[in-house]
């Protein structure tokens, strides 16, 4: 690539890591700044179900939308729609912090800060994926998407490893404190706007090749899957064969998908609530911890797409058992641990295993069909990672309220009873 495309191509990796990282270093604080904040446990998981619902019924709109208008233009629409909700954000959650409105409000208007997020912020990535397919070779291409992918990927572990660095003091009389995440992430947010301002090229037309695509809610756990990646190859793959949710071809390898990621969304959103309680720790000296045991996890399961799956050289249904096996055993550990290193071990074998599954579901669908479905197939394994993260906070946290060990226990058991669905079905 020229020096001008690596340029951009700088920017519009640096667009995908900010909107991840910014998103996953306000999901790490929530915990604590709900608990200090005395609301409930389901209105923190409430917060990003709701924006996780308006991301899935966004995406495709704006991936499309992103083929008929300019890829800069809708861009700038995503991460306007990132920095407002997250400035937003940081005034109605200090709002509460310094007792101007009460818990309950705060966290009611930071809903609706959240909705702009879900409801724009689905916008940039579809543009920044066509942008990069249609500035690349065929020879670069799939390169180049791959990098652009793992942007997220990275984020999930950037977000929680910066977030307790972000907790301010006082700024005059007004104490920021745990809402200082969510003004780093909109004092970023502007200074991307001004960068895609500055340095993208203005292309009111659309590209003539490569297409943009709906990407998963960016969230803690839910890692690359490369669905995005083969769907933005071309547009001869999209417009093509139809495929449903329930295409016997695929049938078997969504299903795994969705008991999987509902599993992997169930136990992430609660693990802050759980370092929180099983340590004994005020709220404020929780995060630490938390980002510590965010991080493995998420560590855990880059090591698996990047390093152990490629070494090791595994085929899809290998993939999803061993997987299963390693997630099952690990989400256990988890819900009964007692010490932050029991939690963070633990929490990082299940995300080593979820880390194992997704692209093995993700490649098993795709090898189930032919290359004429590839598009089709791809944005149902990305809305099926997705729609993940709409229910499964909520529900995660609801079980976590009757007990703290039971959304643990009941993700271990549903990847053990997926592990004999897996073995019949997927072939």
């Known amino acids: 690539m020229s020096a001008r495309v690596d340029r951009q191509f700088l920017i519009l990796f640096t667009v995908m890591l900010t909107i991840a990282a910014g998103n996953t270093a306000l999901q790490s604080v929530l915990p604590a700044l709900g608990r200090s904040l005395g609301v409930a446990d389901a209105a923190v998981a409430a917060a990003f179900s709701v924006s996780a619902l308006l991301w899935v019924i966004a995406a495709p ?6 083929d008929r208008s300019g890829r800069r233009a809708m861009i700038l629409l995503g991460m306007a729609g990132f920095t407002i909700s997250l400035l937003l954000c940081g005034v109605f959650l200090a709002a509460g912090i310094n007792g101007w409105i009460g818990g ?3 966290f009611a208007l930071f809903i609706a800060g959240r909705l702009i997020y879900g409801a724009l912020g689905a916008a940039a990535p579809p543009a920044v994926q066509a942008l990069v397919a249609g500035s690349t070779t065929p020879a670069e291409r799939t390169k180049a998407l791959t990098l652009l992918a793992s942007a997220f ?4 572990i950037m977000g929680p490893a910066i977030a307790p660095y972000l907790i301010l003091g006082h700024v005059g009389t007004v104490e920021i404190g745990l809402a200082g995440p969510a003004f780093a992430g909109a004092i970023f947010g502007m200074f991307m706007l001004v960068a895609v301002w500055r340095i993208l090229p203005d292309d009111r037309l659309p590209a003539a090749r490569g297409h943009g695509t709906m990407s998963a809610y960016p969230s803690i756990g ?3 899957t490369g669905a995005t990646v083969a769907a933005s190859i071309g547009r001869d793959a999209l417009a093509s064969e139809p495929v449903g949710y329930l295409d016997p071809r695929i049938r078997g390898w969504m299903i795994v ?3 999987m990621g509902h599993a992997q969304a169930m136990t992430g959103q609660a693990i802050g609530f759980l ?3 099983r340590l004994g720790l005020p709220p404020a000296e929780a995060l630490q911890p ?3 045991v965010l991080i493995m996890g998420s560590g855990a399961a880059l090591l698996a797409q990047w390093g152990i799956i490629p070494l090791l050289d595994l085929k899809p249904r290998q993939l999803v058992l061993s997987g299963l096996a390693l997630a099952a055993v690990g989400t256990v550990l988890t819900g009964f641990a007692t010490s932050l290193y029991g939690i963070a071990t633990a929490f990082a074998l299940a995300c080593l295993g979820f880390g194992f599954v997704r692209p093995g579901f993700t490649a098993g669908a795709s090898l189930a069909v032919g290359p004429e479905a590839q598009g089709p197939v791809a944005g149902k394994v990305t809305s099926v990672n ?3 993260f709409v229910l499964g906070p909520s529900i995660g946290v609801g079980l976590y309220a009757a007990n703290h060990a039971l959304p643990y226990a009941i993700a271990g058991a549903g990847c053990a009873l997926l592990i004999a669905y897996a073995w019949r079905v997927l072939r």
């Open 290 to 292: 938390t980002g510590l």
């Open 104 to 106: 309950t409000m705060a």
């Open 153 to 156: 990927g990275l984020g999930t």
């Open 61 to 66: 709109f704006w991936a499309n939308r992103s």
């Open 275 to 277: 370092v929180i309680d």
């Open 386 to 388: 997705g729609a993940s």
């Open 257 to 259: 998908g969705l008991v």
């Open 222 to 224: 839910g890692g690359p």
